[in-house]
């Protein structure tokens, strides 16, 4: 397979806080207008021209053959595939809740314009103009709030120090739900979200108890606390309950609780005001479209800031370890020939000798440029690389009860994405440093990688023949010091 262009440069890393502040900027330009329905429609039109522009592989360093939506589909090998993503977003980006989400809205939409029952009438679609009409009545209700708040420092004082006590205005004494039973069924003030040390404990959450309950209690019983947790977001938002006989209600009352309402285990990263419009949606609708407002944010994360990010580690073949041994063994094959092209100017010896130091200067300049791209060229002539930590013990983990976090991490709706507690973690900080150097390898099977590392490393061959000649010059243009 050829080279891709000599000027080929890998994808810049994109910071979150940035993709962030510009999603925030696009979406500040539509802000309480007069026409809600034309500005609204403007603005959703303007973003998935934008999305689209992103589909075509637009972003600069990317091929085609590595596009987002070409590994989402399932035509790319490793160490490109989807799961090689995911397993990038949980062990390195820590931020997986993106992709899960999204994988979750792909299937669902497919599952909702599939589905034939005759509930479907009682989820309309939620219309560009119903969601800048809850944008709006979200910033009436901030604007008063913010008149509303006491000003003096004596009264914030004051609230804070009485917050969360009998003398707290807004507070009402309850008391928490029994295990798998709904908190509508308690009597009136007597509901969940309290502190009461008399109160009954709550149920352990998602579903602990496999081996103390039947598995039909378990079920009922995580269903019950989804719609418990369900509940308990609207509520806070100040929404009304929504219609329990809508078709997938139970469904997205899981999705709520997963990955919207505060403290969930998988939370996106939201607004204040995305997360209130989305409940205000969901809270009328179960239709896809009800998710518009935060699927556009995520998609468009994973799009502009995860896959670059993917791609630019995914270049790199070597662990951190062996990068770092490479670029010391760069530096230390320049500083050599330097050595011995000063012996050799300041000896007797003929002009034409200190040009042997141009060899050690090619190897040393062109594995210190490749390996500061986080390639190592013996690596990279056996086009191998590095198993990733969490792969070396992957065989033996699956091999378990539960196995690992990248095994459970396809699941749409689980615990959190935090591996700390996984058994490779401390077995691979217990291997020590030349073991790590000289770690298990494969084969890149990716031809599209592969071409991308052999351009990689036709650049760094190149600028390491033009800086040797440069100091071969050099060298040889210095008269002779004859000192011995």
Sequence with gaps: MGLLSLTYRRPAYVDKDNVRLSDDANAGQNTLSNTPT???????????????????????????????????????????????????????????????????YRDYVKRFEQAKTWDLALAPEWTP?????????????????ARKKPNSKTGDMTVEIFKGTDFDKGSTPVL??????????????????????????PDTPRGYHHNTFSSEYVGSSMATTYLTQASDAF???????PFT?????????????????????????LSDKEQKAVLHALAHTTHPSAFRIIIMPTESALRRQAHPNFIRWSICNGNPARVFFARGLGIALILLS?????????????????????????????????AYKGMCVVLHGLHHRHIRPWELFMAEEEAGEEGTQAKRSFDSFGSGNSYEEEPWVVRYQKRNVIRKIFDREVWI????????QDTI????????????????????????????
Excluded: H
């Design 38 to 104: 034309n500005d609204s429609e403007a603005r959703l039109e303007k973003t998935e021209q934008s999305l689209k522009r992103v589909n075509s592989g637009s972003i600069a360093g990317i091929p085609p053959a590595l596009s987002f939506d070409n590994i989402i589909e399932g035509g790319t090998c490793p160490p490109c595939t989807v799961r090689d993503f995911m397993n990038y977003l949980i062990y390195v980006e820590r931020a997986a809740e993106n992709l899960q989400f999204f994988l979750w």
């Design 129 to 145: 103009a119903m969601e800048e009409e809850a944008i709006q009545k979200i910033q009436r209700e901030q604007a008063e709030k």
């Design 176 to 201: 928490s739900s029994p295990r798998g039973r709904s908190t509508s069924d308690l009597p009136e003030g007597t509901r969940t979200g309290s502190n009461n040390p008399f109160g009954t404990p």
């Design 235 to 241: 509520t806070a938002a100040g929404i009304k309950q």
């Design 245 to 269: 006989i809508q078709p997938f209600r139970k469904e997205i009352d899981r999705v709520i609780a997963t990955y919207i309402m505060d403290d969930a285990p998988r939370q996106l990263n």
């Design 338 to 370: 330097t050595v011995i092209a000063l012996v050799l100017t300041l000896s007797k010896a003929g002009r034409g000798y200190r040009a042997l130091a141009a060899i050690g200067w090619v190897l040393g300049i062109s594995t210190l440029i490749a």
């Design 445 to 452: 099977q990716e031809p599209m990688l592969r071409q991308i």
């Design 457 to 484: 490393a036709v650049q760094s061959m190149l600028c390491a023949l033009v800086l040797s000649a440069i100091l071969t010059a050099i060298f040889v243009a210095v008269p002779g010091g004859d000192l011995f």
